[in-house]
């Protein structure tokens, strides 16, 4: 078997393989609402609701399926390498991915909890970032984003207050976070 065709052979397993998952994440019956009642994983949504273990999975799963059928499509069409457009949508696909094994991998519930509280905290910061960078240009743009500031500010708040209420140092709980890398290098 020539090279190319080595290629194309794996192209095609990874593509069924993609649709399979994306056949499995969409539709109205799937998703993190479906979650066991009396499942582990249900106990682990019920510490912070508004951000719940299953739903960090379920991101991650989503996130991985819709970047890598886009790579897989987008070179399918084109017939091109894009070498730093396909890195960045691949890696957003692994880490995608690698975020659902590393948040459900741990045993232990505190573990699942503390990780999925993370990627909470992380998502939070960042928005406050983006905000932070606007700049408004009325005074009611200002306060508008004053006050997202401030409301992303008592959520962080409030995933603190949940790492520590089950147990994590009230110095690390405020200062969870979700790095990149390290996800990826534990999910392995």
Same mark, same amino acid.
């Given at each position: 078997?020539?090279?190319?065709?080595?290629?194309?052979?794996?192209?095609?397993?990874?593509?069924?393989?993609?649709?399979?998952?994306?056949?499995?994440?969409?539709?109205?019956?799937?998703?993190?609402?479906?979650?066991?009642?009396?499942?582990?994983?249900?106990?682990?949504?019920?510490?912070?609701?508004?951000?719940?273990?299953?739903?960090?999975?379920?991101?991650?799963?989503?996130? /991985? !399926?819709?970047? =890598? +059928?886009?790579?897989?499509?987008?070179?399918?069409? #084109?017939?091109? $390498?894009?070498? @730093? %457009?396909?890195f960045t949508t691949l890696?957003?696909?692994?880490?995608?991915?690698?975020? /659902? !094994?590393?948040? =459900? +991998?741990?045993?232990?519930?505190?573990?699942?909890? #503390?990780?999925? $509280?993370?990627? @909470? %905290?992380?998502?939070?910061?960042?928005?406050?970032?983006?905000?932070?960078?606007?700049?408004?240009?009325?005074?009611?743009?200002?306060a508008e984003l004053s006050?997202?500031?401030?409301?992303?500010?008592?959520?962080?708040?409030?995933?603190?207050?949940?790492?520590?209420?089950?147990?994590?140092?009230?110095?690390?709980?405020?200062?969870?976070?979700?790095?990149?890398?390290?996800?990826?290098?534990?999910?392995?």
């Amino acid at each position: 078997m020539s090279e190319h065709a080595s290629w194309e052979a794996r192209l095609g397993r990874m593509k069924s393989a993609v649709e399979l998952w994306a056949q499995r994440t969409s539709g109205d019956d799937n998703g993190p609402a479906r979650v066991e009642p009396a499942s582990s994983l249900a106990g682990d949504n019920k510490l912070f609701p508004d951000h719940p273990v299953s739903s960090v999975a379920w991101h991650g799963l989503i996130t /991985a !399926v819709e970047h =890598l +059928d886009f790579a897989l499509t987008a070179l399918a069409k #084109t017939q091109t $390498l894009y070498p @730093a %457009a396909y890195f960045t949508t691949l890696r957003a696909g692994l880490l995608g991915a690698a975020q /659902a !094994v590393w948040v =459900l +991998d741990p045993h232990g519930r505190k573990e699942r909890q #503390t990780r999925a $509280l993370a990627a @909470a %905290a992380t998502n939070y910061t960042e928005q406050r970032k983006a905000i932070g960078a606007l700049s408004p240009t009325t005074p009611e743009q200002a306060a508008e984003l004053s006050a997202l500031r401030d409301k992303l500010s008592n959520r962080l708040n409030e995933v603190a207050g949940a790492a520590e209420s089950i147990g994590c140092d009230p110095a690390k709980a405020r200062k969870l976070s979700l790095v990149a890398t390290d996800v990826i290098k534990k999910a392995r």
